[in-house]
């Protein structure tokens, strides 16, 4: 089983604080939205750690998913220097962090854990910050193992 971006897109819309999250190809998509705030879910990169070569073999799979949120760009301080109710940014992502971290999505095997979050681009109408997140699963499942 592949992840699935769409249970992730769900659990998200269902908090009623932030704007409807949407589901992205890549971060280059994301960049050219136009309408904010915005949250976006884009797939990342999928590490691969191969176990002693057997019969049985199984691999754990490691995925990165991005949780891209854009705001409008002003003039007003976001992160430790803002005032609480004045920082956008953390308004919007606070919700959504703790929605997702330690929850384990159907056919994962390690609850999501969030990595970093990071500064994507600075346009000239918006700013976009990148929340990443983990999460592992063995693959093959047990009942696809070859005989």
Known sequence: MLLRLTQWQERLNTLETIPKVQLAANVEAVQNHTHFPSMMLVLGRETVSHGAMSNQSRHKVKTEVLLVTGITRRNQPLGPVANASDDELSVLREPALKRLINWLPEGCDIPVKWQRGQ???????ALFWADVFTVEMWWP???ENSP
Do not use: M, T
Request: hydrophobic share 60%; proline share 0%.
């Open 119 to 125: 500064l994507l681009a600075l346009k000239s109408n």
């Open 141 to 143: 499942l047990a009942e």
